[in-house]
């Protein structure tokens, strides 16, 4: 059965895109710890981060540090925090968390945001990232 994530990548449920590529994809999250948390996830299914190929795992990287970009400049932040937990959805995924404190980034903490703003904050990061240019 595919993942809640490859159903959001074949556009079989909604999600909140800020960002994609050939391999790759970026998302908000829908239980974020704070407003502009993103999710970059690879478009191939595997379950585990680190089965990820070595090529993939620097692709993200990269994918992921302009996503990062551009979501430092839309969401006001000291520093972008990344971690993988990885048990919640059985599909490997990078969260990029905006903080301005160690606090900021805690597995479990939930911060509401409604739909509107979701919308709001998704359209703020698709267009910083799409101004950071590439590397």
């Not at 160690?102 to 101004?131: C, H, Q, W, Y």
């Amino acid at each position: 059965m595919a993942s809640i994530f490859t159903r959001i990548i074949n556009r079989e449920i909604p999600g909140h895109i800020v960002a994609e590529n050939e391999e790759f994809i970026a998302f908000l999250d829908v239980r974020p710890m704070h407003e502009g948390h993103t999710l970059c996830v690879p478009k191939r299914e595997v379950d585990y981060y680190y089965d990820l190929t070595d090529d993939e795992l620097t692709a993200l990287t990269l994918f992921s540090k302009r996503v990062a970009r551009g979501l430092k400049k839309a969401v006001p932040c000291k520093r972008i925090a990344n971690g993988v937990l990885g048990l919640e959805v059985p599909h490997a995924h990078l969260h990029l968390v905006p903080i301005r404190e160690e606090g900021d980034f805690r597995f479990g903490k939930v911060v509401p945001v409604t739909d509107e703003r979701m919308e709001e904050l998704r359209r703020e990061i698709a267009d910083a990232i799409d101004s950071t240019g590439q590397d």
